[in-house]
């Protein structure tokens, strides 16, 4: 039997929900697990060859090894995230590398405007460099002071607080810089190009 691709969960548009507080995003509803979701099988990946790729619109590529990636500057971060099918989680405890410390690394083409997250399994995301900079998204290697688990895209997942959570590309392998906002698999398949839950920009045409 085959493998389902997509989750279930992230089928037809769902019904909104009251937010609860002043920190839940309209349309949302709180949660206290962590659901799982994801837009194809869980990878099995070797830390022995793991790399994180910064290319594209860069002077010069770089590369980091898993060893050489937990030897960057890392930082805790504690942050309320909102998934587009419906549920906010409060207060998640993330370690990581922020985006800005990855691109400190490499310099940007005059035109360099956003980026693709590419993962093991296939999937990308886009986002501008202005949602990923300022340190507004990090790549973490752990969840609630723990390893993070491969369910949740461990080894190393992007995280994106401030944006629906299908923005935060699990099992990340690469970051393009791209010269416009070039969708990913959920932008191509109807979902907004930038996904913010305070504005509800959960469907294309939002």
Known sequence: ??????????????????????????????????PVLS???TPR???ATWELALSGLVRAPVKWSWPEFLALPAEEFTKDISCVTTWTKLDTRWR??????????????PNALGLVAECHGGYTTNLLLSDAVNGQAFVAYE??????PPDHGGPARLVVPHLYFWKSAKWLRALRVV?????????????????DP????RYSGD
């Open 39 to 41: 837009a194809g099988p």
């Open 179 to 195: 010269d416009r906002d070039r969708p990913g698999f959920w932008e191509s398949n109807g979902y907004h190009i930038r996904g």
């Open 143 to 148: 969840y609630d002071g723990k390893p993070l």
């Open 1 to 34: 039997m085959a493998e389902r691709f997509v989750t279930r969960g992230f089928g037809g548009r769902p019904r909104s929900a009251v937010g609860l507080a002043a920190r839940i995003p309209p349309g949302q509803h709180l949660v206290t697990d962590f």
């Open 96 to 109: 990581g590398v922020s985006v800005d410390t990855l691109l400190e690394h490499v310099e940007l083409a």
């Open 198 to 201: 305070w504005k509800e920009e």
């Open 45 to 47: 990946i070797d830390l």
